[in-house]
C-alpha cells in the first residue's frame, strides 16, 4: 500500500476511490486525524492529513510519530510526503514542484525518534541519502509525463516555525546549500528511514523565502494560498500518474 502524507498542498486526494476512514492510536499518542483508505487504479492507498482537520495544527505541533506509526502498521510500503515550501535558489519560481534529494535539519525540540527509553541499546539508522531512491525515480518521471514544471533535486532545510525566516537567515540557509525552505520534512523523513518505509517528497514552492523577489520586503500570505490553490491539481496529477503506471 501507498501513503500519502498531505499538507496545505494537498488536503485531501480527490482521486481517490475511499473505502473507509480509520482513527488509530499508537503507542505515541494520536496521528493527525483519521486515516483515509481507498483505492486507485486497482491499488490500495492511504491518506494523511498532516495539518489535521480543519488545518488546525502547526508544524512544530504536528505527532510526526504517531502519524508514520500508524501508517507502517497499516501496511505503507511507501510514503509520499506533499510539503509547501519557500524558494531559495533563484531559479525556482512560485507553483513550481520539487523532489528534493537532501534535507538539512534546523528544527528542535520536536520528538524526533523511535528509539528512546530505558530498554533500548543506542539505535544508529543511515540517513546519508534521506529519500528513497526508487520514489524519488517514480515521481520524477511521473511529473515529466504529466507535464508539471519540475526541479529533479532539491536541498530541503527544515526550520522550526511556525514563523516564517528572517532574510538574513534565508541567507545562512543558502551559505549552507539549501536550495528550499519548509517546516515538516523533519523529524518526518528520518522516522520513515527508523521504521524501515521508503520516503520520498514532493515540494510545492509556494512563495520566494524571506528577502527573495516578490518577498524582498515580505511574504504575502494571500498569494501563498492563491499559489497553493492552483498547484494542487499539478500534484494530484503526479501523484496519480505515479500510481498509474504502477509505481
Ligand atoms: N519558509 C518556511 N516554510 C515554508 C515557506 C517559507 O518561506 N513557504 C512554505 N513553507
Redesign the pocket.
Not at 180 to 184: A, D, K, R, S
Not at 204 to 210: F, L, Q
Given at each position: 500500500m501507498l501513503a500519502v502524507i498531505g499538507g496545505?498542498s494537498l488536503s485531501q486526494l480527490a482521486g481517490l476511490d475511499v473505502s473507509h476512514r480509520e482513527v488509530l492510536r499508537t503507542p505515541y499518542g494520536e496521528p493527525s486525524g483519521a486515516i483515509t483508505f481507498g483505492q486507485m487504479f486497482g491499488r490500495p492507498m492511504a491518506f494523511l492529513g498532516r495539518n489535521g482537520y480543519g488545518h488546525t495544527i502547526l508544524?512544530h505541533e504536528v505527532n510526526y510519530r504517531a502519524n508514520l506509526w500508524a501508517l507502517h502498521e497499516r501496511g505503507a510500503l511507501g510514503i509520499i510526503s506533499v510539503?509547501?515550501?519557500?524558494?531559495i535558489r533563484a531559479d525556482l519560481k512560485p507553483g513550481d514542484v520539487v523532489i528534493p534529494h537532501q534535507i538539512i535539519d534546523y528544527t528542535w525540540g520536536r520528538k524526533s525518534t523511535y528509539f528512546e527509553g530505558l530498554d533500548r541499546g543506542v539505535t544508529h539508522v543511515d540517513f546519508t541519502e534521506p529519500y528513497d531512491a526508487n520514489l524519488r525515480k517514480q515521481l520524477i518521471e511521473a511529473a515529466r509525463e504529466v507535464g508539471v514544471p519540475m526541479s529533479d533535486s532539491a536541498v530541503y532545510?527544515v526550520?522550526q516555525?511556525p514563523r516564517?525566516?528572517t532574510a538574513a537567515e534565508?541567507d545562512r540557509l543558502e551559505r549552507d546549500g539549501a536550495d528550499?525552505?519548509?517546516?515538516?520534512a523533519m523529524p518526518e523523513a528520518a522516522l520513515a528511514r527508523e521504521l524501515g518505509v521508503p520516503y520520498a517528497s514532493i515540494g510545492?514552492?509556494?512563495?520566494?523565502?524571506?528577502g527573495r523577489g516578490a518577498?524582498r520586503h515580505s511574504?504575502s500570505f494571500e498569494s501563498?494560498q492563491a499559489v497553493l490553490e492552483r498547484s494542487m491539481g499539478g500534484v494530484r496529477n503526479i501523484i496519480e500518474k505515479m500510481v498509474e503506471r504502477g509505481g
Open positions: 496545505s508544524p510539503a509547501s515550501v519557500g524558494s532545510a526550520t516555525g516564517l525566516e534565508i528550499v525552505v519548509g517546516m515538516t510545492v514552492v509556494a512563495n520566494h523565502a524571506a518577498s511574504i501563498i
